[in-house]
């Protein structure tokens, strides 16, 4: 169930920022610069001393077209493999092999940009994000979720100790860096829930969702991560699961995720009630609002079952409920609710129908309920008025019509004890009747 929901999920459910985030880590720093004196001064102050070399990086970077600007990009790395600006020289690479389509030689970019520098936060979040959406497409699926997590991890480390390359505004690295942590904190997220470790789920998740609240491929996970998580978070799992809901609008996965959405809501909080309201709640609000929470439902105890069984009923009505009803009120309610219904069935012949589960020439012990024929247990002994001949002797597991006077009960087990039994017509098909439980 599980499972198939995330795969569902991630399928139909890439955002416009996960489009566009295909081609984001992709663009190297210094991707948009034309100009020499604006790819002369990257980060670190990194400067070409040599003209020939000076004048191949500024030709091959300045080419308009992607095969052109590959073409320039893959004679310079081969004329001068230890230049200074190798790594500025793969980035746009990387990124000019993206405009052309060509993912194979992108990824592969992306490992020869590492090589050079394994911190490289763009390469990293291309590895990550490709992994994960080859992944999601049904491609290798788990061995590659498990690169784009040890990528991502990678990443993450990366992040720790991240400068600002020189030119670079304040914003724009902040973005780099946010937009980054989502990717690899996604994808971390997502192989941990496949592995069913719930708390690295949880918090990479909830902090890719931190990152991007509009993004469902993090949202629905972290989502079914608290609701299923153990110990599962049931609060902020319903709020993210209407987040998801809202999110997939107009998508074929909507109906699926606003059912299930509804089904654990009901689950927590014992009824729809509200449900209408969390959605529009989880529209409005991208993370949960301060002191939001759901109550949660606690089913009323086998006392307070009993009590509302029998509560304003009349002694017909008290006679009409089912033996499994009155095996609830005498066995768990109130003295005054088991005097209600043991008054009225007391010293009164009733015919029933139970299974046989022990039986002498003198006393049936029977199963009157269906709890306790699943438990294979004797609610009823009857005593018989005479001894019953060998050829009328029930056999074990039979279904039985009988009659009998109620004299006594022990309530716990419980057990009602009937004398003046008498055999009535055996039928083979067992009763039906069965005790509610304490969440119904």
């Known amino acids: 169930m599980k499972t198939s929901l995330v795969a569902i999920v991630i399928t139909f459910a890439a955002s416009a920022w996960a489009q566009q985030s295909a081609t984001q880590p992709q663009t190297p720093p210094t991707a948009g610069a034309q100009t020499a004196p604006a790819q002369a001064q990257p980060a670190q102050k990194k400067e070409i001393k040599d003209p020939a070399e000076y004048n191949a990086y500024v030709g091959a970077i300045q080419q308009a077209d992607p095969s052109g600007k590959i073409s320039g990009l893959e004679a310079f790395l081969t004329q001068y493999p230890n230049s200074v600006m190798k790594e500025d020289a793969l980035e746009v690479l990387m990124s000019a092999y993206q405009q052309a389509g060509n993912q194979a030689k992108m990824l592969d970019t992306a490992q020869r940009v590492l090589q050079v520098n394994p911190n490289n936060l763009r390469a990293l979040a291309l590895l990550v994000f490709s992994k994960r959406q080859q992944a999601e497409a049904g491609q290798s699926p788990q061995q590659n979720i498990a690169s784009a997590a040890q990528y991502a991890n990678q990443g993450l480390e990366a992040l720790k100790t991240a400068t ?70 049931q609060v902020e799992g319903l709020f993210f699961i209407a987040r998801a809901a809202n999110l997939a609008a107009g998508s074929p996965g909507q109906a699926q995720i606003e059912g299930y959405g509804k089904s654990q809501y009901v689950k927590f909080h014992g009824s729809d009630q509200g449900w209408t309201d969390l959605l529009a709640t989880a529209k409005a609000n991208p993370l949960p609002p301060a002191g939001f929470t759901i109550t949660k439902y606690v089913p009323p105890s086998p006392a307070e079952q009993a009590a509302e069984l029998v509560k304003n009923k009349s002694t017909s009505e008290i006679k009409q409920l089912s033996f499994a009803d009155w095996e609830l009120v005498l066995s768990a309610g109130k003295p005054e609710d088991q005097e209600k219904v043991w008054s009225v069935i007391k010293g009164v012949p009733l015919q029933m129908e139970g299974q046989v589960m022990a039986a002498t020439a003198t006393e049936i012990h029977i199963a009157e309920s269906q709890d306790d024929i699943d438990q294979r247990r004797a609610d009823i002994v009857l005593t018989m008025s005479g001894t ?46 069965k005790r509610p439980s304490p969440s119904q």
């Open 164 to 233: 600002k390359p020189e030119g670079m505004s304040d914003t724009d690295f902040d973005k780099l860096k946010t937009q980054a942590s989502v990717i690899f904190n996604g994808a971390a997220g997502i192989a941990a829930l496949q592995g069913k470790d719930y708390a690295h789920a949880q918090a990479n998740l909830k902090a890719a969702v931190q990152g991007d609240p509009n993004e469902l491929r993090n949202v629905y996970p972290l989502a079914l991560a608290d609701l299923t998580g153990t110990p599962p978070n």
């Open 388 to 433: 019953i001949p060998d050829r009328l002797m029930p056999k074990v597991g039979s279904s039985l019509q009988f009659e009998g006077t109620p004299v006594s009960y022990a309530p716990n087990p419980f057990v009602m004890n009937m004398d003046k039994g008498a055999l009535l017509t055996a039928k083979k098909p067992p009763p039906v009747h």
